[in-house]
Every structure is written in C-alpha cells, then in structure tokens.
C-alpha cells in the first residue's frame, strides 16, 4: 500500500509499504478520506512547534472496517467509522479524571506520532467511532473539526435560550456557531472580514454575519443582541484584534472563550477583563461523547457539514492540495483527500 511522508517542510513522498496486520484489540480500516486542517497546512510550512519530521500526516478521517483483531468485539467489516487521533498515557491526572484531552503526554495522530495518510491504517479499536451508515464518508471525515466544535460550546455549560457570538468565520467558526445553534442558542452572531466566508455562514443558517472592517463590533453586539449582548463570547479567530475585541466589549460579567490557537504571544488588556469581571476560558479538542455529540448533530441535520467542502484532490496530489489551500486561503473551507483513487 502507499503511505504519504512529508519529509521535511513542503516535501511529500509517497512510500510502498506492507498492509499492517491488526493486533490484539486493533481494527484495520480501509481509509477513504481524510480532511486537511489549518494544524496540516502549519506542518507543510514548518511552523507547527511540536511537529518533527519526517511524518505521515492525517487525523480527520472517514473509512471502512477491513478487519477486526483478535478480541475485538461491537465492530463489524465494512462498517463506516472515524477515528480519535489522540495518544494518551492513561496514568496523568487529567487522564484518570476523565480529561484525557489534556493528557501531560499527549500525542496526535499526524503530528507526533504516525497520521492515517495511507491507503490502510491498524489502530486501537478504543479509539473507532461507527458513523451512521445514512452519513457520508465526506461528511464523516468532518466529525473530528465538528468535534472541536461541540467540546469547545460545552465548555460554557448549557447554551439554552442564550445569545452567542462568534469571531471568526472560518471552519471551526462556523461549525461552533452551528453547533451554538444545534444545541439550544437563542440567536447567534458571527464575525469575520471576509465577505465570502460570511456568506458561507449565512448558507449554514447563522443568524447575524457581521463584517467587522465595515461596523464595529461593539455596535453591532448592540445591534444584533440590545443592550445586554452576548452571553458568550467564542474567539475562533486567535488573533489580537478578535481578543480585544472581546475583551473590549463583551458584556460585563460575561463569558469568553479562546477555540483558536494564538500563533503569537498575546497581548490582553488584563485591567479591562478584570474590572468586568470577565470569564476568559479556554478549549482543547474533544472527548467520545463530543464525538458522539457531532455525529448526532450532523445526523439530525442541526449542523451541516457538506456546504464547508471547497475542493477534493486524489491521495497522490497531496502537496496540490496544500498549494490550493496557499493560493485559495479566503474562498477555502474544508479540503478532502480522496485516498482510494
């Protein structure tokens, strides 16, 4: 079989090498697609801080179960799945307490340790989560960003009959605002500067898409909520500009939470979020029962997953794929890799 390598930044081979043998408690499965994420395209460009090479890449995934391991039971062959990519020792504190998102030795699948980027992947059966059998393997290779999305609107409690906001209007932005909205939200409000991704959310069904280089964010808080604004703040942009505004505006009292990964050194006003009492928060990736969430949520239709796919390329055209997503970066959402040419 073929497995992708990038070798060092910017540089893919594609190696033959044996179909693994699945071992006790593993399932081998046949992978179908894989999406790419802004953490792949960090990678690519040599900028991911915990990333060596050389590395398979790959960690959202959709594929076929080709066969069970010895021991391996409530799977069957054929079955459409996706897979956790997370590596956790099990014996840290987070890990013993049920955290094990936030594992003191945490690894990922396509970063620290091998990706799914091959035709065939033996894994933990642990970690395969059956996808309906009505749901696409496009649509299942997304279940991991919508997981992000789903542990990341968790982490403020029930959002029931509140009023969101979201900053940023990229992938996990408007999956956060759909899943806001999926799982109870009154109104929902999303920011960008981009007008085509604006219009994406507003395809998706997001109530307010707001331009911040035309309005400002206060005003339009004011406009779009009245006078107490938002109940919760999600920064899926990461960036000095989003974070002050939030800080800035958010309503006294308030909650803000941080989805997306600061590239830089923040600079928060911390006078202002302390003088409004402000909860700043926080979100890292996603648990079984986000995973189990977001499949219900796609399933049901509350989130929808198909109007984010902008381009698909074969396995072979991997670095095209990249190069796409450089030369494309406003008009793209979610690029797959079709793995079984």
Request: hydrophobic share 40%.
């Amino acid at each position: 079989m073929l497995q992708q390598v990038m070798t060092e930044p910017g540089k893919i081979e594609f190696r033959e090498v044996p179909v693994p043998e699945p071992k006790e408690g593993e399932v081998l499965i046949k992978i179908m697609e894989i999406g790419v994420c802004g953490s792949d395209i960090h990678v690519y460009h040599g900028k991911h801080p915990f990333t060596s090479y050389p590395v398979t890449q790959g960690h959202e995934v959709s594929g076929l179960i080709e066969k069970l391991g010895a021991g391996v039971t409530g799977l069957s062959k054929g079955q459409k799945v996706t897979i956790q990519p997370q590596v956790v020792c099990g014996e840290c504190y987070p890990c013993r307490h049920g955290k094990y998102n936030l594992c003191e030795s945490l690894k990922v699948m396509g970063f620290q340790t091998t990706g799914v980027a091959s035709h065939y992947f033996a894994v933990d059966a642990k970690k395969v989560t059956p996808l309906p059998e009505t749901m696409s393997l496009e649509e299942g290779a997304m279940i991991e960003p919508l997981a992000v999305a789903v542990h990341a609107v968790r982490r403020a409690g029930d959002v029931t009959g509140q009023d969101i906001c979201v900053l940023g209007a990229g992938p996990i932005g408007i999956l956060v605002a759909q899943t806001a909205k999926g799982m109870g939200a009154r109104r929902v409000m999303i920011t960008d500067i981009s007008e085509i991704r604006l219009q994406k959310a507003k395809e998706c069904g997001i109530d307010f898409c707001i331009n911040t280089k035309e309005k400002n964010f206060g005003e339009a808080l004011l406009e779009c909520f009245g006078p107490d604004k938002a109940d919760v703040i999600y920064d899926c942009a990461g960036n000095d500009i989003t974070m002050g505004q939030a800080v800035q505006y958010a309503r006294k009292g308030s909650t803000i939470i941080l989805v997306a990964v600061f590239a830089d050194m923040a600079k928060v006003d911390l006078a202002v979020l302390n003088d409004h009492e402000l909860d700043l928060n926080t979100s890292m990736m996603y648990r079984s029962e986000d995973y189990e969430k977001a499949i219900e949520l796609a399933d049901s239709g509350k989130v929808q997953l198909k109007p984010l796919i902008s381009q698909r390329f074969p396995f072979q055209k991997y670095l095209d794929a990249y190069k796409y997503i450089d030369e494309n970066r406003e008009t793209t959402m979610k690029v797959l890799i079709d793995v079984q040419e």
